[in-house]
C-alpha cells in the first residue's frame, strides 16, 4: 500500500493564508505529549514559502522536536485582535537541519533564544506544512465591531459583519 501525498492548501487558499498571517508573527504550536495531552507554546514564524509551508527554529533536544518525532500532526493558532483576525491551521510538522536554510531564515534577533548562533549544532527548523485551517475576521476592523455592537444592543439582532471560512480538506 503506497502512502497517500499530504493534502495541499490550493493557491487562492495560500493566498489567503498569507495575507490573513503575514503581519502576525507569533503563532500558538500545539503538539502532542506521549501521554496524549496537548502541549501548546508560543512560537515564531520566520517564513511562509510560497508553497505554503511554515518555518520555526528550534532546538532538536526539546520537547516540541520530540513531540513532533512521534506524531507529526500539529496546529497553530494565530491572532491578532487588533484588526480582529483570527487563524487556526491544522498540518504535518517535520524537523530539519538543512544548514542552507537555517543561514537563509537567520537574523540576529534569533540569539535572544539561542545565544549560541547559527551555528550551534543544536539548532534546526520545525517544517510545517499546513491542509486545512480556517479563519475569521471582521473588515473595517474595532470601528465597525463598535458599531455592530450598538446595532446590536439597539435591535436585538446579532452581530453578522464577521466573516469566518474554512481552507483546505477537513482535518483527519
Not at 520530540?66 to 500539529?74: A, L
Not at 458599531?147 to 474554512?166: C, H, I, V, W, Y
Request: hydrophobic residues 30%.
Amino acid at each position: 500500500m503506497q502512502a497517500q501525498a499530504a493534502p495541499q492548501l490550493k493557491a487562492h487558499e495560500l493566498d489567503t493564508l498569507r495575507e490573513k498571517i503575514n503581519d502576525i508573527r507569533i503563532t500558538m504550536m500545539t503538539t502532542q505529549e506521549p501521554n496524549g495531552d496537548f502541549h501548546t507554546r508560543p512560537m515564531a514564524t520566520h517564513e511562509m514559502d510560497p508553497d505554503g509551508s511554515l518555518w520555526f527554529f528550534a532546538y532538536d533536544d526539546s520537547n516540541k522536536v520530540r513531540e513532533i518525532g512521534r506524531n507529526s500532526r500539529v496546529a497553530l493558532g494565530y491572532s491578532d485582535p487588533g484588526p480582529e483576525t483570527y487563524v487556526s491551521l491544522s498540518g504535518r510538522a517535520e524537523v530539519s537541519k538543512d544548514r542552507a536554510k537555517i543561514d537563509e531564515l537567520w537574523n540576529d534577533g534569533l540569539k535572544t533564544w539561542f545565544p549560541n548562533g547559527k551555528d550551534d549544532p543544536r539548532i534546526c527548523l520545525i517544517k510545517v506544512n499546513a491542509h486545512a485551517g480556517e479563519y475569521w475576521d471582521r473588515p473595517g476592523g474595532k470601528m465597525m465591531t463598535l458599531f455592530e455592537m450598538a446595532k446590536g444592543a439597539l435591535t436585538g439582532q446579532p452581530d453578522s459583519s464577521g466573516r469566518n471560512e474554512k481552507l483546505g480538506d477537513e482535518p483527519r
